[in-house]
């Protein structure tokens, strides 16, 4: 799939980010509680960082990475970005996301999580799809279960962030038992 589709859910649609959408990312993204638990989000996360990263993950779907950026249906308000990278050669793909921090809490990650894992299956034709947390992120590991993945296992000090290791937890589901309820 060379563009990245509209996918809907329950509460969300989740679609392709554009340009407009900049001034409300970098306002949910410029928050140490989300940008610590990230990789490549820097701190403070400026209008400009924030741009160019747009400009750059639209253009991604023919590398097989489709970063969808959520819409709660409601009020159309921009909640979060979810994305699936996908391994084609091995027929995996993961998953990772962030929620704007006034939208915690509510079920919206476990919601987009299970709609972009249904995407891999169904319309990537993935085998397995995956989900890594840092150790102390016990709400995203929660979010990763309630979609339907299992715990598969730890690496120590995985990932080195602002100078310090993080351990990292990994989580997984098969499309044969994933379960869609
Ligand atoms: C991780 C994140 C997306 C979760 O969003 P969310 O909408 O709050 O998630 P949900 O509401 O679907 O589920 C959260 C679960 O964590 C639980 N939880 C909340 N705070 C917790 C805590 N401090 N410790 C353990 N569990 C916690 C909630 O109770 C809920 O589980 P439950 O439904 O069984 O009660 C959001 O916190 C976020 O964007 N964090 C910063 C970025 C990030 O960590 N991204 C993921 C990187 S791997």
């Not at 400009?55 to 921009?78: C, H, K, L, M, N």
């Amino acid at each position: 799939m060379n563009t990245i589709p509209t996918l809907y859910s329950e509460r969300v649609i989740l679609r392709p980010f554009t340009l407009e959408d900049a001034p409300a990312v970098q306002a949910i993204l410029n928050d140490r509680e989300i940008t610590d638990y990230m990789l490549t989000i820097p701190y403070p996360c400026t209008l400009e960082w924030v741009e160019a990263w747009i400009q750059q993950v639209s253009g991604d779907a023919p590398t097989g990475r489709y970063t969808f950026g959520v819409i709660r249906r409601d009020d159309e308000t921009i909640i979060g970005r979810i994305n699936i990278r996908v391994n084609a050669d091995h027929q995996r793909g993961e998953i990772g996301y962030w929620l704007g921090r006034a939208f915690w809490g509510q079920g919206y990650a476990t919601e987009m999580a299970r709609r972009v894992i249904q995407f891999g299956f169904d319309d990537l034709g993935l085998n397995r799809v995956v989900g890594q947390c840092f150790a102390q992120n016990e709400r995203s590991a929660r979010v990763l279960e309630k979609a339907g993945m299992r715990y598969e296992a730890t690496f120590r000090d995985d990932y080195l962030k602002n100078g310090v290791y993080e351990t990292t937890h990994f989580y997984g589901a098969l499309r044969g038992e994933w379960d869609r309820a």
